[in-house]
């Protein structure tokens, strides 16, 4: 699969356009469209791509369908760990909030 194909595929998996994923990166559709059809992509240009997608950009030269998805599920696995750490750390501060407020409690009782 080429990227431009790769990229087609994962707006849609985004539920985005190529024009809102254009408007992202800043770049017209147009330029978008003549970039991949003569093969003329920058790397830059590409990362930007990969950053709103959210997907790394070796993703872009995987083989095969398989690969996009097994990418985006590591993606979203550290995204997940990610969010995890941060609800440990609020459950932490949560707690010592709690108690201090009862400490406060049994000295004020």
């Known amino acids: 699969m080429d990227i431009h194909k790769k990229i087609k ?3 849609k998996i985004r539920n985005t356009t190529i024009s809102g994923l254009c408007q992202k990166i800043g770049m017209t559709e147009s330029g978008f469209n ?5 093969n003329t992509l920058k790397i830059e ?5 990969a950053e709103v997608l959210e997907m790394p950009v070796c993703c872009f030269f995987e083989d095969g369908e398989t690969d996009i998805s097994q990418s985006m599920q590591k993606n979203e696995i550290e995204i997940l760990k990610k969010i995890r ?3 440990e750390a609020l459950l932490i501060i949560y707690m010592t ?3 201090r407020h009862k400490n406060q409690e049994v ?3």
């Open 97 to 99: 909030y709690w108690d």
């Open 9 to 11: 595929e994962l707006v």
């Open 85 to 87: 750490g941060q609800l």
């Open 107 to 109: 000295k004020n009782g």
């Open 45 to 49: 240009t590409l990362q930007k791509i």
């Open 34 to 38: 003549f970039s991949m059809k003569n």
